[in-house]
C-alpha cells in the first residue's frame, strides 16, 4: 500500500513539474510590457533599491533620535594586582614598603545610557540627502521600467518579424517550386533550355538556406523576449499581436508635435538628483565647522565580592548615576575643513555643468527621435509601394519567361527583386514600431509609474 501510495505521488509531482515547464504564455504587446515591468530581472532589483533607500531614509532619520543602550560586565581577578604603600603609614621604618591588594576578587556591573541628539549640523543634512537619495532611487527605477519597456518592444517586433519572413519565404518557395515543376516539365519537351532549371535551382536553394537562417532566428529572438519578459527562455510564448497591426497602432504623425518638456527627461531628472547631492556634500562640509551639542544620562550599579554571590539576595549592589552635556566646537584644522568646502564646491559646479550639457544632448535626442519616426514611417510607405511593384513585375516576368519573352536571368532578377522588397517592407514596419517606442522614451510619455 505504501508503494502504491509513493508511485502515486511521484507521478502527481511528475506531472506537475512537467506542466510548469511546459507552461504557455500568451501576450499582446501591452500585456507583455506590463508583466515585464513586474517579472523582469532588471525590474525586480530596481524595486529593491527603491526599498533600500526606504530604509537608508530611515536609518539617517533614527541616528536623531533617543539611542537606548544597555551593558552588563562580570570581572574575576584570577591575580589581582597588589599595590605598594609606605611603610610609616603602618608605623613601619622611613623608606620601607608594604603590599596591599584592594578590592574584591570578583565585580559585577549593570548599566544603561540614554543619548539624544541636540543639534548637529551634518544629522540635519543627511536627512535632506536620504530624501534626495529615495527620490534618485525612484527615478533609477522609472528609467528601468523605460528601458524595459523599449526592451520588450523590440524583442516582442523581432518575433513578428521573424514570423513575418518564415511565412513569406515559406510561401515563396512553395510558389517557386511549382515554377520549377512547370520549368522542368517544359525543358523535358525540349522547349525551354536547361539553364532556365538551373537559374531556379539556384534560386530555390538561396529560399531554402534563408528558410533554415529566419527559423534559427526565429527561436533566438524567442529566446532574447522571454529574457525581457523574465520568465525562462525555453518557455512557449504566443503573440496575440501582429506586425502589421502594431504597424498602423504606431503610424501618428500628430505625436510629433506633442509638447516638449525636458523636465519630464528621466535623464535630466536623474542629472538633477545628482546635481542637489553634490549641493548637500557642500552644505555637509560647512557643517564641520559648525558645534554640535549631544545629552546624555548613565545609570548603573556595581557589586563586589570575593566570590561568585551576585545572584544571592543578600548582595549588595551600589548605584550610581549621571546627566551630561557634551558640546564639540570645531577651532582650527589647519585649512583641511577649507579645502574639502573647496572641493565639494568645485563638484557642484560639475554637476551644474553637466545638467547643462545633458540638457542639450536631451535637445538633441528628441529632434534626432523626431527625425527617425518621421523617416522611419516614411521608408514604410516607400516600401509598401515597391512591394506591390515588386510584386507586379515578379508575375509579368513570370508570364514572359514562360511565353518564352523573358530569360532565366530576367525571371531571377525580378524574383530577387521582390524578396528583398518583402524583407524590406516587414522591417520597415519593425522600424516604424522601434523608432517610436526610442521617441516615447526620450519624452517619457508612456507614464509607468501608472501602470507598475
Same mark, same amino acid.
Given at each position: 500500500?505504501?508503494?502504491?501510495?509513493?508511485?502515486?505521488?511521484?507521478?502527481?509531482?511528475?506531472?506537475?513539474?512537467?506542466?510548469?515547464?511546459?507552461? %504557455?504564455?500568451?501576450?499582446?504587446?501591452?500585456?507583455?510590457?506590463?508583466?515585464?515591468?513586474? $517579472?523582469?530581472?532588471?525590474?525586480? @532589483?530596481?524595486?529593491?533599491?527603491?526599498?533600500?533607500?526606504?530604509?537608508?531614509?530611515?536609518? %539617517?532619520?533614527?541616528?536623531? !533620535?533617543?539611542?537606548?543602550?544597555?551593558?552588563?560586565?562580570?570581572?574575576?581577578?584570577?591575580?589581582?594586582?597588589?599595590?605598594?604603600?609606605?611603610?610609616?603609614?603602618?608605623?613601619?621604618?622611613?623608606?620601607?614598603?608594604?603590599?596591599?591588594?584592594?578590592?574584591?576578587?570578583?565585580?559585577?556591573?549593570?548599566?544603561? $545610557?540614554?543619548?539624544?541628539?541636540?543639534?548637529?549640523?551634518?544629522?540635519?543634512?543627511?536627512?535632506?540627502?536620504?530624501?534626495?537619495?529615495?527620490?534618485?532611487?525612484?527615478?533609477?527605477?522609472?528609467?528601468?521600467?523605460?528601458?524595459?519597456?523599449?526592451?520588450?518592444?523590440?524583442?516582442?517586433?523581432?518575433?513578428?518579424? $521573424?514570423?513575418?519572413?518564415?511565412?513569406?519565404?515559406?510561401?515563396?518557395? =512553395? @510558389?517557386?517550386?511549382?515554377? !520549377?515543376?512547370?520549368?522542368?516539365?517544359?525543358?523535358? /519537351?525540349?522547349?525551354?533550355?536547361?539553364?532556365?532549371?538551373?537559374?531556379?535551382?539556384?534560386?530555390?536553394?538561396?529560399?531554402?538556406?534563408?528558410?533554415?537562417?529566419?527559423?534559427?532566428?526565429?527561436?533566438?529572438?524567442?529566446?532574447?523576449?522571454?529574457?525581457?519578459?523574465?520568465?525562462?527562455?525555453? $518557455?512557449?510564448?504566443?503573440?496575440?499581436?501582429?506586425?502589421?497591426?502594431?504597424?498602423?497602432?504606431?503610424?501618428?504623425?500628430?505625436? !510629433?508635435?506633442?509638447?516638449? /518638456?525636458?523636465?519630464?527627461?528621466?535623464?535630466?531628472?536623474?542629472?538633477?538628483?545628482?546635481?542637489?547631492?553634490?549641493?548637500?556634500?557642500?552644505?555637509?562640509?560647512?557643517?564641520?565647522?559648525?558645534?554640535?551639542?549631544?545629552?546624555?544620562? @548613565?545609570?548603573?550599579?556595581?557589586?563586589?565580592?570575593?566570590?561568585?554571590?551576585?545572584?544571592?539576595?543578600?548582595?549588595?549592589?551600589?548605584?550610581?548615576?549621571?546627566?551630561?552635556?557634551?558640546?564639540?566646537?570645531?577651532?582650527?584644522?589647519?585649512?583641511?575643513?577649507?579645502?574639502?568646502?573647496?572641493?565639494?564646491?568645485?563638484?557642484?559646479?560639475?554637476?551644474?555643468?553637466?545638467?547643462?550639457?545633458?540638457?542639450?544632448?536631451?535637445?538633441?535626442?528628441?529632434?534626432?527621435?523626431?527625425?527617425?519616426?518621421?523617416?522611419?514611417?516614411?521608408?514604410?510607405?516607400?516600401?509598401?509601394?515597391?512591394?506591390?511593384?515588386?510584386?507586379?513585375?515578379?508575375? =509579368?516576368?513570370?508570364? =514572359?519567361?514562360?511565353?518564352?519573352?523573358?530569360?532565366?536571368?530576367?525571371?531571377?532578377?525580378?524574383?530577387?527583386?521582390?524578396?528583398?522588397?518583402?524583407?524590406?517592407?516587414?522591417?520597415?514596419?519593425?522600424?516604424?514600431?522601434?523608432?517610436?517606442?526610442?521617441?516615447?522614451?526620450?519624452?517619457?510619455?508612456?507614464?509607468?509609474?501608472?501602470?507598475?
Amino acid at each position: 500500500m505504501n508503494k502504491v501510495f509513493i508511485l502515486i505521488s511521484f507521478f502527481l509531482i511528475t506531472t506537475t513539474s512537467k506542466a510548469q515547464e511546459n507552461k %504557455t504564455y500568451k501576450f499582446t504587446l501591452e500585456q507583455a510590457i506590463n508583466f515585464a515591468l513586474d $517579472s523582469n530581472y532588471m525590474a525586480i @532589483n530596481a524595486r529593491k533599491d527603491i526599498a533600500k533607500a526606504i530604509k537608508k531614509k530611515w536609518e %539617517t532619520t533614527a541616528s536623531g !533620535l533617543p539611542q537606548l543602550n544597555g551593558n552588563i560586565s562580570y570581572q574575576n581577578n584570577l591575580k589581582q594586582p597588589t599595590t605598594l604603600i609606605p611603610g610609616e603609614i603602618t608605623g613601619g621604618d622611613s623608606g620601607t614598603f608594604i603590599p596591599v591588594i584592594f578590592g574584591t576578587k570578583e565585580n559585577a556591573n549593570i548599566g544603561v $545610557s540614554l543619548s539624544q541628539l541636540i543639534f548637529d549640523g551634518s544629522y540635519l543634512v543627511g536627512l535632506q540627502a536620504a530624501k534626495t537619495f529615495l527620490n534618485y532611487s525612484q527615478n533609477a527605477d522609472e528609467k528601468t521600467q523605460l528601458e524595459v519597456r523599449l526592451g520588450v518592444i523590440n524583442a516582442y517586433g523581432s518575433v513578428l518579424l $521573424s514570423e513575418e519572413l518564415i511565412d513569406i519565404i515559406d510561401l515563396n518557395i =512553395k @510558389n517557386l517550386q511549382n515554377n !520549377l515543376n512547370e520549368t522542368t516539365a517544359y525543358y523535358k /519537351n525540349g522547349f525551354v533550355e536547361e539553364e532556365s532549371v538551373e537559374q531556379l535551382e539556384i534560386t530555390l536553394l538561396d529560399l531554402e538556406t534563408q528558410l533554415k537562417n529566419s527559423k534559427r532566428m526565429f527561436v533566438i529572438a524567442q529566446q532574447m523576449f522571454n529574457l525581457a519578459l523574465g520568465i525562462d527562455v525555453e $518557455s512557449d510564448v504566443i503573440m496575440l499581436d501582429n506586425l502589421d497591426s502594431l504597424t498602423q497602432q504606431n503610424i501618428r504623425l500628430d505625436f !510629433l508635435e506633442k509638447n516638449i /518638456n525636458i523636465e519630464d527627461n528621466i535623464d535630466f531628472k536623474i542629472a538633477t538628483n545628482y546635481k542637489d547631492q553634490r549641493l548637500l556634500e557642500l552644505k555637509l562640509e560647512k557643517s564641520y565647522s559648525i558645534p554640535n551639542l549631544a545629552a546624555f544620562v @548613565n545609570y548603573g550599579t556595581q557589586a563586589n565580592s570575593n566570590s561568585f554571590t551576585f545572584l544571592s539576595n543578600n548582595q549588595k549592589w551600589y548605584q550610581s548615576s549621571l546627566l551630561g552635556i557634551n558640546m564639540n566646537i570645531p577651532i582650527v584644522s589647519s585649512g583641511m575643513r577649507s579645502a574639502r568646502t573647496q572641493q565639494a564646491r568645485i563638484a557642484l559646479e560639475q554637476a551644474e555643468t553637466n545638467l547643462k550639457e545633458t540638457y542639450q544632448n536631451i535637445l538633441l535626442e528628441i529632434n534626432t527621435a523626431k527625425n527617425n519616426y518621421r523617416f522611419a514611417i516614411e521608408v514604410y510607405n516607400n516600401n509598401k509601394k515597391n512591394l506591390n511593384l515588386s510584386e507586379r513585375v515578379e508575375k =509579368k516576368n513570370q508570364i =514572359k519567361f514562360l511565353e518564352g519573352l523573358a530569360t532565366s536571368f530576367d525571371l531571377r532578377n525580378a524574383q530577387i527583386q521582390l524578396y528583398n522588397a518583402q524583407q524590406s517592407y516587414f522591417e520597415s514596419m519593425l522600424r516604424v514600431i522601434t523608432t517610436k517606442a526610442d521617441l516615447e522614451t526620450v519624452l517619457n510619455t508612456p507614464q509607468l509609474k501608472e501602470i507598475n
